[in-house]
């Protein structure tokens, strides 16, 4: 048994470090969570969003999103057609809880880990809100189409940014590196 913990001692350190950052992000989201009524929006998705409003405003677009009372989620509106319901899901927190996990199971040096991990969350909450964006543009012009869109693509595109992300971390700037 022994042995075996010398041999596989690198992919269990992973492994324990994966899970424990998991655990530890999650239950501090969950709190989070639980501090706002089950029939309310999170601050997080009321951003998210925000943001996804001001994104369309830079284009002249015709977008708005209508909060209904006591109700946790927020009605999205692409040329005056309701398009999506916004849910606690779509704010992107739970992909990047994956992505630092992922990242400190991994790690380098502790600066370049962290400003990788800010970096890498900034930039995959923005690619969020340019993905809820693009999914409701693509409802719009593409109604028949809701499922393979928001059940494939869109998830597809934010997960495939955040496994590049991934790679580039563990091949330029992880201790695995060299």
Same mark, same amino acid.
């Given at each position: 048994? #022994?042995?075996?913990?010398?041999?596989?001692?690198?992919?269990?350190? +992973?492994?324990? #470090?994966?899970?424990?950052?998991?655990?530890?992000?999650?239950? /501090?989201?969950?709190?989070?969570?639980?501090?706002?009524?089950?029939?309310?929006? $999170? @601050?997080?998705?009321?951003?998210?969003?925000?943001?996804?409003?001001?994104?369309?405003?830079? +284009?002249?677009? $015709?977008?708005?999103? #209508?909060?209904?009372?006591?109700?946790?989620?927020?009605?999205?509106?692409?040329?005056?057609?309701?398009?999506?319901?916004? /849910?606690? @899901? %779509?704010?992107?927190? =739970?992909?990047? /809880?994956?992505?630092?996990?992922?990242?400190? =199971?991994?790690?380098? #040096? +502790?600066?370049?880990?962290?400003?990788?991990?800010?970096?890498?969350?900034?930039?995959?909450?923005?690619?969020?809100?340019?993905?809820?964006?693009?999914? %409701?543009?693509?409802?719009?012009?593409?109604?028949?189409?809701?499922?393979?869109?928001?059940?494939?693509? +869109?998830?597809?595109?934010?997960? @495939?940014?955040?496994?590049?992300?991934?790679?580039?971390?563990?091949?330029?700037?992880?201790?695995?590196?060299?």
């Amino acid at each position: 048994m #022994k042995k075996y913990l010398i041999l596989y001692r690198p992919f269990l350190i +992973f492994l324990a #470090k994966f899970f424990l950052t998991y655990l530890v992000l999650s239950l /501090i989201y969950h709190a989070y969570l639980s501090s706002f009524n089950e029939q309310a929006v $999170d @601050g997080i998705t009321r951003l998210v969003t925000k943001n996804t409003a001001q994104f369309f405003s830079l +284009f002249n677009v $015709d977008f708005y999103a #209508k909060e209904i009372s006591n109700a946790s989620y927020l009605m999205l509106y692409y040329n005056q057609q309701l398009m999506a319901r916004m /849910i606690e @899901g %779509c704010n992107a927190i =739970s992909v990047i /809880i994956l992505f630092v996990s992922f990242v400190v =199971s991994f790690s380098g #040096k +502790f600066k370049t880990t962290l400003l990788f991990i800010l970096g890498g969350s900034v930039f995959v909450y923005i690619l969020n809100v340019i993905r809820i964006a693009l999914l %409701c543009m693509a409802l719009y012009w593409f109604p028949e189409q809701r499922e393979l869109l928001h059940e494939i693509v +869109f998830p597809l595109f934010i997960y @495939g940014v955040v496994f590049i992300l991934w790679v580039i971390w563990v091949n330029k700037f992880s201790l695995y590196a060299k």
